[in-house]
């Protein structure tokens, strides 16, 4: 691929027009709506943010993050204490266990039900999921046809975002054949029905 520093003038010019709208969006945008303000072709704009996402990464504290086909500039994920310490983020961004064993039960699961998650966790999880849409980590995706219609939950894009993730395709890959499930003995389960 081109080094950024070898590219014409104009081409330049061109990323770094790019470059000012992605920092002023107010949140992801496409492609297709850069291409269109700099009135350059979409497989232009794309190779163009390429070639800035490689010098971002390569010499600076900022990412282009690419999420179902939005981009954004983000700042670099191995500075985010830093960055918490620095806003005073600390307290308010962090996941208990509890939200991140839910998370996880809904991104390898989706579409899955509050039953379902309370099933897995082996708890109720009325007031972490709560939680996890009033962050806007989660949301609705409808109804399950099961009895009683329980609601369908998945993660959204700031969950990727949250994470670092350009999709879900990014999550590791876990063997659910090979996973241990210990059940306690029979013994146990006798022993904690008498207590």
Same mark, same amino acid.
């Given at each position: 691929?081109?080094? &950024? ?12 027009? /790019?470059? =000012? ?7 992801? *945008? =496409? ?20 070639? @800035? =996402? ?12 690419? /999420?179902?086909?939005? #981009?954004?500039? *983000? ?18 961004? %962090? @996941? ?5 064993? !839910?998370?996880?039960? &809904?991104?390898?699961?989706?579409? !899955? ?18 939680? @996890? @849409?009033? +962050? ?6 409808? %109804? ?11 993660? *959204?894009?700031? #969950?990727?975002?949250? #994470?670092?993730?350009? =999709? ?7 063997? #659910?054949?090979?996973? &241990? ?8 389960? +006798? ?5």
């Amino acid at each position: 691929m081109i080094d &950024i520093s070898e590219i014409s003038a104009i081409e330049l010019q061109l990323i770094t027009q /790019i470059e =000012s709208l992605l920092f002023v969006s107010p949140g992801k *945008t =496409s492609a297709s709506k850069l291409a269109e303000v700099v009135k350059i072709p979409e497989k232009k704009v794309l190779e163009y943010l390429s070639l @800035l =996402s490689e010098h971002y990464t390569k010499q600076h504290g900022i990412r282009i993050q690419q /999420i179902n086909n939005q #981009f954004q500039i *983000t700042s670099a994920p191995e500075y985010a204490n830093l960055i918490e310490d620095f806003l005073g983020l600390e307290e308010i961004s %962090r @996941l208990t266990q509890a939200s991140l064993e !839910t998370l996880a039960i &809904i991104a390898y699961k989706q579409p !899955t039900t509050r039953p379902e998650i309370d099933a897995i966790r082996g708890v109720n999880c009325d007031s972490v999921l709560k939680s @996890l @849409l009033s +962050k806007g980590l989660i949301e609705e995706l409808g %109804r399950s046809e099961a009895p009683g219609r329980p609601i369908l939950y998945g993660v *959204t894009t700031d #969950f990727l975002q949250h #994470f670092g993730l350009n =999709s879900l395709e990014q999550l590791p890959v876990i063997d #659910f054949n090979k996973l &241990i499930i210990s059940e306690p003995e029979v013994e146990d389960q +006798k022993r904690i029905l008498k207590d």
